[in-house]
């Protein structure tokens, strides 16, 4: 039972670079999320999608990209990286409509640009 | 004003001890509130949901008070393995759930 997956765990970037972090889901959620969580800031929305061909900006969207062709992948792109992306990053899946307790996290991705 | 806050701590605690954290929320239309725990460099995983009667669950009491807007974990007999960061998360029916920075507790031996 794999959950929820991203890849890749960890990334280097130059600043300038493009990269995509990618999200799979095997629970069958319409809904997928992309957070951010930097020291003293908690996690951050920064896009999210309600269901497959669907992308909604969250809090924190600019510098990003989603898409969502396919209901079980969500991914995020940085298409100029900079410092400021520095951030762990994490992918979530729900079942129900930001259901606290039917939300499910990947293990994380860290990205670091240079 | 954040939407959700919490203490940072870190609160270090002899094993056994009882702990109890707090969160405020701003926004009064808030309906469901949750703790969730992250272990270091670790995804957050849910904890227990926050009912308004307030919940229990093992060593762990959860509890809402609405008029005052504040949320409250209470941790019996702390464990080594308690030691972990506590989140605050607030949702306010909307597309969004909004996590507070986490309290961090360290239970030492």
């Known amino acids: 039972n794999a959950g929820v997956t991203q890849t890749p765990k960890f990334r280097v970037l130059k600043t300038g670079q493009s990269m995509t972090l990618l999200c799979a889901q095997d629970?069958?959620?319409?809904?997928m999320y992309w957070y951010r969580q930097d020291p003293g800031m908690g996690l951050r929305l920064i896009h999210y999608?309600?269901?497959?061909?669907?992308?909604a900006k969250g809090e924190v969207p600019d510098g990003y990209n989603v898409s969502r062709l396919k209901k079980q992948n969500f991914l995020l792109g940085l298409e100029s990286a900079a410092p400021s992306q520095t951030s762990v990053y994490f992918c979530?899946?729900?079942?129900?409509?930001?259901?606290?307790?039917?939300?499910?996290f990947g293990e994380g991705s860290w990205l670091t640009v240079v | 004003r954040k939407e959700v806050e919490q203490d940072p701590g870190p609160f270090n605690v002899p094993e056994g001890a009882t702990v109890a954290f707090n969160c405020t929320y701003s926004?009064?239309?808030?309906?469901?509130f949750f703790w969730y725990r992250q272990d270091c460099r670790k995804e957050p995983k849910l904890l227990m949901s926050?009912?308004?009667s307030g919940n229990e669950d093992g060593r762990f009491t959860a509890q809402l008070n609405r008029a005052s807007q504040y949320i409250s974990l209470l941790i019996r007999d702390s464990k080594l393995s308690d030691s972990a960061t506590y989140l605050c998360?607030?949702?306010?029916?909307?597309?969004?759930?909004?996590f507070g920075t986490g309290t961090r507790l360290q239970v030492f031996p």
């Open positions: 926004n009064s239309a808030s309906q469901s």
């Open positions: 926050v009912y308004s």
């Open positions: 998360v607030v949702n306010k029916n909307t597309d969004k759930l909004i």
């Open positions: 629970m069958n959620h319409e809904y």
């Open positions: 999608s309600v269901g497959e061909g669907t992308t």
């Open positions: 979530a899946s729900s079942l129900a409509r930001s259901s606290g307790n039917t939300i499910y």
